[in-house]
Nanobody, 115 residues
Framework: QVQLVESGGGLVQPGNSLRLSCTAYTRMFSLDTMGWYRQAPGEQRESVAFITRGGTTNYADSVKGRFTISGDNAKKTAYLQMNSLKPEDTAVYYC?????????WGQGTQVTVSS
């Protein structure tokens, strides 16, 4: 079993930055992948970024060059540094972790980009 605890959301002005954190509480030795999805009102949930246990990263085209995902395997924690935020980044951001074929989800954290 995996419990994911997120932090770092909030309200920021366009052009500013936020950092999200996600810590996995689990007895598993390691997780295969950790990352974030986001869901804006009236929209489908979309993948934002993920990082594998080996350090491979992947980003949605809409955030490339602005967002950076990193991880600490020992702490079972992933970080999402979000720079140059835009109003269209406004959404609930959900952390997820994958072990084998099973996905685990966090409760979500609101990110609002507005002047």
């Amino acid at each position: 079993q995996v419990q994911l605890v997120e932090s770092g959301g909030g309200l920021v002005q366009p052009g500013n930055s936020l950092r999200l954190s996600c810590t996995a509480y689990t007895r598993m030795f390691s997780l295969d992948t950790m990352g974030w999805y986001r869901q804006a009102p009236g929209e489908q949930r979309e993948s934002v970024a993920f990082i594998t246990r080996g350090g491979t990263t992947n980003y949605a085209d809409s955030v490339k060059g602005r967002f950076t995902i990193s991880g600490d395997n020992a702490k079972k924690t992933a970080y999402l540094q979000m720079n140059s935020l835009k109003p269209e980044d406004t959404a609930v951001y959900y952390c997820y972790a994958r072990s084998g074929s099973v996905d685990y989800w966090g409760q979500g954290t609101q990110v609002t980009v507005s002047s």
